[in-house]
């Protein structure tokens, strides 16, 4: 297997370019935007100019202030003619395996990405945000080496969002400064949201948070000066934009000041949708809504809703005289036994294999690898684990069939450690040694 490629995280001058864009201190605009006040500098938004200076505890982490020295750099490798692959963790980086022949080097990632859930962090001091065991794993991340992008996560569906220049906004605000010191200044990307759109009741869904967002976003950027951080900042993440409905005014407005705002690297995109037709959809929908210079990622991306479509199926006869099931066991009956108690990896194998609504998709992040590539996509980072499912009924999403490690669904190997899924390795292996066609 390849080895993981690491890179040097421990200064703000030693970010590569992204191919066909300029190294050094340069930053794409778009050609009919002034250049302002120079690079970095957060915008005012909604009449409420961004604090000059984080009220986060300290410098932990020995960052020096440095103000309008510090424009950061274009993070992706230049070693790669097509997007970068890496894998995600959503909000369980406690599970991030750095050691040799961990889970990490046995898929040979580059990249690895996780959410941070701020509202559970909001009443924590720094000394508890630093040892959060999610905010261990991502620092776990980039001091060993592996590319790190960090979602900041603000779910709202019980409250509406604070307004700008309130004491309950300003809460929200050193909650970011106190995560981001404890993630520690090795970290690469930063987006701002985490499904927005999804973590927010429909009624909110309005101007409040356009403002939020745009606001969260350029205190981010407040932050990364005052800290002399080299992170790149993306605006995201944004779901299913393939489909009309999900391409509302909110979303637009966000997208129009990501495209804007020359500080902010780029959107985030989340396909998790039911026909191959879809991805390419979204970016290249997403394409005509950013200009040029602008970035695209996708931190998530599967199936998931083709599986849910397939719940009722029964699972294949074959198997089911094979290893002793019902014949009318469905799909979704099925996946919430092994969930319950796991099966050996060769049987899960075989049930996947066996199943073609399952196996005729077997390609399908090579596939998508061809679209990243099409669009040029910066970065784009696939489930990693299985998260525990002891639920799963007809109408639920069947995460399960998606990790790159069955670590719930199957029992561990003979070496104790944890199962490869599918054949979603496979795909890994085939894009890191270049045989995607």
């Known amino acids: 297997m390849a080895a993981v ?41 909604g009449g409420q100019p961004p604090s000059d200076q984080p009220d986060g505890p300290g410098e932990p982490d020995g960052s020096v202030n440095a103000g309008d020295g510090c424009a950061p750099k274009i993070v992706r490798p230049s070693r790669a003619p097509g997007p970068s692959v890496g894998v995600n963790y959503n909000g369980m980086s406690r599970n991030v395996d750095v050691a040799p022949g961990g889970e990490l080097e046995r898929v040979g990632a580059e990249w690895a990405r996780a959410f941070v859930d701020m509202q559970q962090l909001l009443d924590k001091n720094a000394a508890e945000i630093a040892a959060d065991e999610d905010i261990a794993g991502v620092r776990r991340l980039h001091g060993s080496g ?33 995560v981001l ?12 949201g985490n499904e927005p759109f999804r973590e927010t009741r429909p009624e909110y869904r309005d101007q409040d948070l356009v403002r939020f967002y745009e606001v969260m976003t350029s205190e981010i950027e407040a932050y990364r000066q005052a800290r002399c951080r080299s992170f790149e900042i993306f605006m995201g993440s ?20 990501a495209d804007r705002t020359e500080w902010i690297a780029g959107i985030d995109l989340h396909e998790h949708h039911l026909d191959r037709k879809d991805l390419p959809e979204a970016l290249a929908w997403a394409r005509t809504r950013i200009s040029a210079g602008k970035q695209i990622i996708v931190t998530e991306f599967s199936l998931a809703q083709r599986w849910r479509a397939e719940n009722t199926k029964p699972i294949p006869a074959a198997f089911a005289k094979r290893h002793g099931y019902p014949a009318d066991l469905r799909a979704y009956q099925y996946l919430h036994q092994v969930n319950v108690k796991p099966v050996p ?15 005729g998709r077997k390609d399908y992040i090579v596939n998508s690898y061809a679209e990243f590539k099409k669009y040029d996509v910066s970065v784009a980072t696939y489930g990693m684990r299985q998260g525990r499912r002891v639920n799963d009924t007809a109408t639920s999403l069947p995460w399960s069939y ?25 795909n890994f292996r085939r894009i890191r040694e270049g045989d995607v066609g």
């Not at 010191?181 to 701002?192: E, I, K, L």
Request: aromatic share 10%; glycine share 10%; net charge negative.
């Open 238 to 257: 944004f779901n299913n934009v393939h489909a009309p409905e999900e391409r509302t005014a909110p979303l637009n407005a966000l997208i129009d000041f």
């Open 345 to 359: 990896q060769a049987e899960w194998i075989d049930y996947m294999s066996s199943t073609g609504w399952i196996s």
């Open 146 to 178: 592996y590319r790190t992008i960090v979602s900041l996560k603000w779910p709202f569906l019980d409250r509406d969002f604070p307004r700008p220049g309130t004491v309950r906004m300003k809460k929200y605000v050193d909650v970011m400064h106190r």
């Open 5 to 45: 490629l690491a890179f040097g995280l421990a200064g703000c001058d030693e970010r590569p370019p992204l191919a066909g864009q300029p190294a050094g201190d340069e930053r794409s605009l778009r050609a009919d935007q002034p250049a302002g006040d120079g690079p970095g500098r957060p915008v005012e938004v």
């Open 402 to 426: 998606n990790g790159i490690f069955c670590n719930f669904t199957c029992q561990p190997g003979a070496d104790g450690k944890s199962s490869f899924n599918y054949a979603w390795i496979d």
């Open 181 to 192: 010191d404890g993630t520690g200044p090795g970290v690469d990307v930063v987006v701002a």
